[in-house]
């Protein structure tokens, strides 16, 4: 057994995708095709820590030449943690890759230069789980097919290659005990069950990795001993660690609201229940045929009502308004305009 810096670190998986033989050789096994030349572009989200910045969030993406001389460009995104900003980060960063002028290929024509947009390929280490899907290792590959028979279609277009791409996942926690293929042995590098006591670190078994992928072992076995890497994966744990919290904290401040919501609302309807009786009562009131006098009377004794009413509703907005809930949302709750409540507020300012 020997011991290996924890590759789920955006710093550690930097330092091995720095050696290009090692980056070509853990693309190929994935993609399932050898790369011939790689130009690896990875993009750094720096944090500081101290006086020092270091990186804690990267997104990788690579231009490849494949063994059948086809060129494509690699998105990979390494998560080690579920956060609620996944999926919106994933996007973005993959709306930047579709839009920059850099990912096309130039081609000579007879009059000029021809640009084809390089096709995509998405790779994704999850720390995590999908919450259906069990395979540690999913291919998402795109099928051409008639829509009248179902019939594949095996050409390849360009239009839809540009606009469309394939994508392969990699659930780190499914990787548990998986060595059925070449791909799973290699990736054996990511199984979190050989964690050590200081979960930077994982032990694995030298002899179950295929001969020709030891130089990733290498690897991350060299970068154990490189004090920058150990103190960045430190700073990357706490930073995860307040982004989780804040998280709950928002969570918690979020259940508040609707459980205040729900209170309004029932309070609401018991006014509403309320305007249901009187309306009743003054039915039954002008049935009766009263006099004049006395339906003078019971609109005044209305006028009160409402008066008192309009009081408990501006008690009410200040009261909500003072738990920290925001003038527009106090418009939406009691459905009232957003300049007749400020003029509540102003005129309460306490």
Known sequence: MVQIANPIYDVVFKYMMNDEKVAKLLLSAIIGKEVLSLEF????????????????????????????????????????????????????????????KENVVREPAPEYPFRRALPILSIYFLGHTLDHV??????????????????????????????????????IPYLKGRRRTELEQLLALFDQSGATDDPHFLTVNEDDLPERYRPLLRRLQKAVADPTVRQTMEAEDEIIEEIKDYQRLISSKEAFLAEKEKTISEKEETILEKEKTISEKEKTISEKDKTISEKEKTISEKDKELLKKREQLERAIITIHASGTDPEKLADIFNLPLGEIRAILENHPD
Do not use: C, W
């Not at 998402?140 to 791409?165: C, P």
């Open 134 to 171: 069990k395979a540690p290792v999913v291919r998402v590959n795109r099928v051409y097919s008639d829509a009248a028979t179902g019939e594949q279609i095996l050409e390849k277009e360009e239009f839809i290659e540009s606009l469309t791409h394939d994508s392969i996942i990699i659930q």
């Open 41 to 100: 572009r990875p993009t750094e989200h720096h944090f500081p820590i101290g006086e020092m910045l270091t990186v804690l969030r990267m997104d990788f993406s690579a231009r490849i030449l494949d063994e059948d001389g086809n060129q494509k460009l690699i998105i990979l995104e390494l998560q080690k943690a579920k956060l609620a900003s996944d999926i919106m980060r994933f996007r973005r960063y993959l709306g930047e890759q579709y839009g920059s």
